[in-house]
């Protein structure tokens, strides 16, 4: 259809009602009755008049368009050029009649070039440009990248505006661009009048915590919608977007998907490094000891590298923001790290990444996407939510622990002009007023939800023997790193429970600091 170089004539055949329902005029027999209406289109520095009527498609309007700006240029195809809606920033489908979309005479469009180079940043901070379709809307152009890169699940991916392009300093609305894609997050601990924070104190329950060291809570991730166009949500053309994984359900490590294990990889070192992963001192250990095999190779026993410098606690405390997140080492942790370092000698720089995401998602933070709102009953009660791969999370203040529901067995889910949306579950509704859109926030339980379907209509292989096949295939691998791949291959995705979002906070206390620090949002 696209590329045809005659009027698409196709007319949908709907019923009387359908029709009524969709406030398409219908005639006396039952025909949809058209009219002529007079749009304003803009085809590069000439703006024409044109007379159409109401039933004519979006793609029969293209092609008069193409075939007036041929009449000036005739060497010109313009088969990249489609037809844009200059007042709503969209795209029309090409199969929709004029009425469809109730337009009438006025209405400005633009025949414009839908082709343009796309800068993106990928998890591992490489940067590609590639060619995409602006009429595509967000989810269209997730699809074309991971074709780009031979990445098979598009369903597993989101983009963000990069909070490190600077917009153009020339836009009147630069300062507001900036900040409507600033990334905010809840800090414990931390003493930072410049960052939006709460601070509480960790509980004793366990002997080591990352909390204890200035632990982020990222909150309200500005995904860009999947429905919407680039020009939707005025994204400028000079800006770079963030290419990564949003939803997390199949963790199988495959060797075979190298480049989607590496990107994997890199996403979870970042959010570790940065910390935005809850973990334990053995969790760290390690994390910490496979990014030390990777950066500084094989060592012995006492530490002595083979090809590199000698790794002490010492050392490591020097170059502990490489390997730990927020200064988080101990001389006592140092030792352990660099046992469980000696432990991964010889271990290829792929099964390393797969043991890392292994490690990762065995945290109890893994995988929740935390949002805010305030209570539609109690509208200045401030509470937080957390959606999961399989549940959804509800937290308020004065509660003593979360409320926990099972995504697959919400019954329905309602969405109003107000950003309101009410959740119904067995037993139990959760009404809340959004602080993001509340498209956005139906969009992220919604991918889940179809994910959880996809899961559970196609066989999934368990992932531990999946691994365990990748390590026992390595033959070159010697058999002191295959024991200890085969301890990383043993390690369970992080327990679904009300006790994951709750000892994230520790103790019910924390749970109403965490809701004060909120009311910075």
Request: glycine residues 4%; proline residues 6%.
């Amino acid at each position: 259809l696209h590329n045809s170089q005659f009027p698409v004539l196709l007319k949908p055949i709907i019923s009387f009602n359908t029709a009524v329902t969709l406030g398409i005029s219908v005639g006396t027999n039952g025909t949809m009755a058209s009219q002529e209406v007079t749009l304003k289109i803009h085809m590069g520095a000439m703006v024409k008049n044109m007379q159409f009527q109401s039933i004519m498609h979006i793609e029969e309007v293209r092609y008069a368009c193409k075939k007036e700006m041929q009449s000036k240029d005739p060497s010109k195809t313009y088969a990249d050029h489609k037809i844009y809606w200059i007042e709503k920033k969209t795209w029309p489908e090409p199969h929709h009649a004029l009425q469809y979309y109730d337009i009438h005479s006025g209405t400005e469009f633009e025949f414009r070039k839908c082709h343009r180079p796309l800068k993106v940043r990928l998890p591992d901070n490489s940067n590609k440009t590639m060619v995409i379709d602006e009429s595509l809307p967000i989810k269209g152009i997730i699809a074309v990248i991971c074709e780009n890169l031979e990445l098979t699940c598009p369903q597993e991916f989101g983009l963000q505006l990069d909070p490190t392009s600077t917009p153009n300093p020339n836009r009147p609305d630069a300062a507001q661009h900036k900040s409507k894609y600033f990334n905010p997050y809840l800090i414990p601990n931390c003493s930072d009048t410049d960052e939006f924070m709460v601070n509480f104190q960790s509980g004793a329950k366990k002997e080591f915590r990352a909390t204890d060291k200035r632990m982020r809570l990222p909150i309200n991730q500005p995904w860009l919608l999947p429905a919407k166009f680039l020009s939707e949500l005025d994204v400028p053309p000079e800006a770079q977007l963030v290419f990564k994984f949003r939803f997390f359900h199949n963790m199988n490590p495959n060797a075979r998907e190298k480049l989607r294990n590496s990107l994997l990889f890199h996403q979870a070192v970042t959010m570790y490094l940065g910390g935005y992963v809850f973990v334990n001192e053995e969790e760290i250990v390690d994390m910490a000891a496979i990014l030390a095999q990777m950066q500084w190779g094989d060592i012995s026993l006492d530490g002595s590298a083979l090809n590199g410098p000698k790794v002490t606690p010492d050392f490591l405390e020097k170059h502990q923001e490489a390997i730990v997140p927020r200064k988080c080492l101990s001389k006592k942790v140092a030792k352990k790290i660099i046992s469980a370092h000696h432990g991964l000698n010889g271990s290829s720089v792929e099964m390393l990444q797969m043991c890392f995401v292994r490690a990762w998602a065995s945290t109890e933070s893994f995988g929740i996407e935390n949002l805010s709102g305030y209570d539609k009953i109690k509208p200045k009660i401030k509470c937080l939510l957390g959606i999961s791969s399989r549940h959804f999370f509800f937290v308020s203040q004065g509660m003593k622990k979360p409320m926990i529901e099972d995504l697959s067995k919400m019954k329905k889910m309602l969405r109003d002009h107000n950003n309101v949306m009410t959740l119904s579950f067995t037993g139990c509704d959760i009404s809340l007023k959004c602080d993001q859109p509340v498209d956005l926030v139906a969009d992220t339980i919604m991918g889940t939800i179809e994910l959880i379907t996809e899961q559970q209509n196609r066989p999934v292989e368990d992932e531990t023997e999946v691994f365990m096949k990748n390590i026992e295939e390595n033959m070159q691998m010697p058999d002191n790193a295959k024991a200890t791949m085969r301890r990383f291959a043993k390690k369970q995705r992080a327990p679904e429970s009300d006790a994951q979002f709750q000892n994230i906070f520790e103790a019910e206390h924390d749970l109403d600091q965490v809701m004060a620090g909120l009311e910075n949002l």
